[in-house]
Each structure stands twice: as structure tokens, then as C-alpha cells.
């Protein structure tokens, strides 16, 4: 669990930045509210506020960020490096969010 909360506030903080580190486009500026989703879900969990129904709620939306990433690789304006990272991390953030809710 508390690798995944760590790993929500890492990205969480790259998503809403990245428009300042890949360039300003309509794409990257659409990762802010992703960004700051993850962001404050990354400090629930660390904080350990809000129970599993955060837990639950993060996988959802990390789930949902994880299949938008895919959906959109090829189209996006976002570094494709970082894209493919992106996904990673959500899928490890999955993997400790799956751990935590069945552990």
C-alpha cells in the first residue's frame, strides 16, 4: 500500500508538470487533472485517510488512467517515453492497490 501511494504522488506530480517538461499542448495540459487526482489519492492512502473505499476508488481511476494511456499512445502529444512510463507506473500502482485490497 505504501508503495502505490508513493508511487500515485510521484506521478501524480509528473502528470501536473509535465506540461512544463514536454512543452505546453492541449495533451499535456489535459494530464493536470490526472496529475492532481492522483495527486491528493497518493496522500490519502499515505496518510492512511479513507479506508479502502480510497483504495478501491484509486484503482479505478488509476485503472481508467492506465487504459487512456494505452488508447491514446499513438495519437498524443505527450512524449511517447513517457507515456510508456506512465503506463508502467500505473500498472505497478495496480499491482500494489490489488496486494493492499486482498491482503
Sequence with gaps: MGLAGSLLVFTGLW??????????????????PVGL??????????TFRGGQTVLIVALIVVSIGLIGALWTRNS?????????????????????????LLG
Excluded: C, S
Aim: charged residues 15%.
Design 76 to 100: 498524443t502529444q505527450v512524449r511517447p517515453w513517457v507515456t510508456w512510463l506512465f503506463v508502467f507506473i500505473d500498472a505497478i500502482i495496480i499491482f500494489g492497490l490489488l496486494l493492499a
Design 37 to 46: 487526482i492522483y495527486l491528493v489519492l497518493g496522500v490519502l492512502i499515505v
Design 15 to 32: 502528470h501536473a508538470f509535465e506540461w512544463m517538461m514536454g512543452g505546453r499542448n492541449k495533451d499535456t495540459l489535459r494530464l493536470i
